[in-house]
């Protein structure tokens, strides 16, 4: 019943098994399947940033006030719940600023832009002014066309100028 181990990776393991099976007297296949299987050690491509609530930071805040006095305890608490000595300095900045707000996270990103009530009534009025200056352009043109025309075909034009004249 004992089995040689084999170059492979699974083989190893099946060749360390071999030794327990022979000790336990478990088959091969049920030591497999209850051994946990390998954690996946491939690195997150990016890594998230963390977020801190308000009280969270106040409650840390009083701890790492409360242990001040005893050597080493601060750092068991930073160590405990994965913070640095960079955080309790910000966080007590914030607090001697009074910032009670700024214990609590900060939204990032762009701010947004302030609207001016009178930016869509704009914006309106220049749509339509393109829109006319376009209408407009479009006349002309016509208007050049049949005095061409009008030029070709020897057909005298009423113009207004003339008849503003008199």
Known sequence: MLMTATKTQEGSVAGELAGAEVATGASLEETMASMPERPDPEVPAKAKRRHFAGEYKRRILREADKAAGNLG???????????????????????????????????????PKEINPLAKRVAELERDKRRLERKVAQQQVMLDIQKKVSELLGIPLNRPEDDESE
């Open 73 to 111: 305890e601060i750092g068991a608490l930073l160590r405990r719940e994965g913070l640095y000595s960079s955080h309790l300095i910000t966080w007590r900045a914030q607090r001697e600023r009074g910032e009670v707000a700024g214990l609590s996270p900060k939204k990032r990103g762009r701010k």
